[in-house]
């Protein structure tokens, strides 16, 4: 116990002195912790290979790359199909139309017509100011998004009816939301490793021994699921067990993780309107 105590207090030192709070600390994370699709995308691609993960390690590696092939060849040719007045991946386009509807019933006030700033009425009675040049919203959607909220759609449809103007939000959209970054980012084809026999391995690399690093096997049953962290909802057990109230089956637990790769990775499957 004692020398867990000093490796603890050794490995805190090199996290506070050595490696900035914004490497290891979420709170200080400066960047975009989450995207549209999903708030845990390594959980969801656990799920998927739950039983692969059962397997030596080759196995593992070959379902994972199978895996990965098939999605990429299904969201390269689902990126093909897209009509080409649609310029965002499904997902988002389907919320933009969704959005286009409710900013209609926004007032906006133009702030600075040079900054493209402006003041919305948003429907919950507060104003929030937007500003178009930056792709800001004092609501803080569009900032961390990356595509319009519904005050910035007010916004710009404002804009564009006062410049007489077609509405173009792909405009105001992150990159990676357009049609032509989605089939950019599958358009390569994922192989297969060939058999064993069939590669060629230098002298040089064969004649290395690789042996496993030492562990102290764990006594009892291996654990088989994650322990949730500080903020998520702990009733993964059977009734009766655990903490919290509402507890989840096994069964309604796997339904919810499948849900969740299929949002993931179902990279919107309704079709949006052109906005």
């Known amino acids: 116990m004692t020398l867990l105590a000093g490796n603890i207090l050794v490995q805190r030192s090199i996290l506070t002195k050595v490696v900035k709070k914004k490497k290891w600390a979420r709170c200080y994370f400066e960047r975009v912790r989450y995207n549209v699709d999903t708030t845990n995308s390594a959980e969801s691609f656990n799920g998927v290979i739950k039983d692969a993960r059962k397997f030596t390690l080759l196995p593992m590696f070959d379902f994972i790359i199978g895996k990965i092939a098939e999605w990429f060849n299904k969201h390269r040719k689902e990126a093909a199909e897209m009509p080409p007045a649609l ?3 499904p997902i988002v386009e ?16 133009e702030l600075n017509s040079f900054h493209l700033e402006y003041s919305v009425h948003g429907s919950d009675g507060k104003r929030y100011t937007v500003d178009m040049a930056m792709n800001t919203c004092t609501c803080g959607q569009f ?3 990356k595509y319009p909220c519904v005050h910035a759609v007010a916004a710009a449809t404002f804009m564009a009816e006062k410049a007489g103007k077609e509405l173009h939000l792909s405009e105001y959209c992150s990159k990676y939301y357009l049609v032509e970054q989605w089939a950019l980012a599958h358009h390569r084809t994922m192989y297969p490793v060939p058999h064993m026999s069939d590669w060629v391995i230098p002298e040089e690399i064969r004649a290395k021994k690789v042996l496993p690093p030492e562990f102290e096997v764990k006594k009892g049953k291996p654990q088989q699921t994650r322990k949730p962290s500080a903020g998520e909802a702990r009733g993964r057990g059977k009734r009766g067990r655990g903490s919290g109230r509402g507890r989840a089956t096994s069964t309604d637990t796997g339904r919810a993780r499948g849900r969740g790769m299929a949002a993931y990775f179902e990279c919107g499957s309704g079709s949006g309107s052109g906005v």
């Open 143 to 145: 900032d961390k998004n």
């Open 87 to 89: 310029k965002l991946v």
């Open 94 to 109: 389907e919320e933009m139309t969704k959005r286009c509807v409710d900013a209609g019933f926004l007032r906006v006030d």
